[in-house]
């Protein structure tokens, strides 16, 4: 039997910094100064670049990255963002037992920021830390309105984006697994690997790969080959890059 050594939810999240950018949230005030909340940035992105905060999102990771599509940088925006909040929804329910409330109403994002996405939140109000809990604060709450709203303005593939998604949890359980290694925390690896499993178990998942122990691998491709100097992720359907053809990678 593994004791699972959970600590109280506090109000500043102290418990997550230890594992990284990605897990790390800030809470309390807004770092500078107001911040659109990701409930606005979900509601009909604009085709304006400024008048919505997911497109402008867009938009800045397009020219970081000189992305020749929008859909590619929609499809790397959205990875990172649903990183962030996997990484910090899984963090919080190992490690405390518990997961903040991560309404979109109450999480503040700053788009122009660099990755991993800046995020606060406004207020920590704690949550069950168990799969169900875990799939309604991100898959029902964020990505399932990310993917829409993806889909209807930049005509990125669901199949592709909710391959990332499934990419993105594969990659914070990985980190997670990583650190608990690292410190003999047995208890930290098995409730990680079995919140994952039932995750992965959900119906928006189960078909976006392969997840065995801490291992992924996804059935699409997330476009990131097709930006200069990129290549294939480690968890990607392909092996190495394919051809030029347009639809050599469809979602």
Not at 122 to 127: F, S
Not at 137 to 158: D, K, M, S
Not at 209 to 218: K, Q, V
């Amino acid at each position: 039997m593994v004791l699972l050594l959970f600590v109280d939810l506090d109000p500043e999240l102290a418990a997550l910094r230890p594992l990284g950018g990605f897990f790390v949230l800030r809470t309390g005030g807004a770092p500078h100064g107001p911040l659109p909340t990701l409930a606005r940035a979900y509601e009909n992105p604009a085709s304006d670049v400024y008048g919505n905060p997911l497109t402008f999102r867009v938009h800045v990771v397009a020219e970081r990255i000189h992305a020749p599509e929008s859909r590619i940088a929609a499809s790397i925006a959205q990875q990172g963002l649903a990183a962030r909040l996997w990484s910090i929804a899984l963090g919080s329910a190992v490690l405390y037992g518990h997961v903040p409330d991560l309404d979109p109403g109450l999480l503040h994002w700053d788009a122009e920021a660099s990755a991993p996405d800046d995020l606060w939140l406004a207020e920590v109000r704690p949550l069950p830390g168990d799969a169900a809990t875990l799939a309604d604060t991100v898959l029902h709450a964020h990505l399932e309105p990310l993917v829409t709203a993806l889909v209807a303005r930049h005509r990125t593939a669901a199949g592709l984006l909710w391959g990332n998604a499934g990419s993105a949890l594969a990659g914070a359980a990985r980190e997670l697994n990583r650190w608990a290694r690292a410190r003999g925390r047995t208890d930290v690896a098995t409730r990680t690997r079995a919140l994952t499993g039932e995750l992965f178990a959900h119906t928006l998942l189960a078909g976006t790969g392969t997840f065995t122990g801490s291992s992924f691998r996804r059935r699409s491709c997330c476009l990131y080959y097709r930006i200069p100097g990129g290549g294939v992720c480690g968890d990607c359907c392909f092996t190495r890059p394919p051809g030029s053809s347009p639809n050599a990678a469809s979602g």
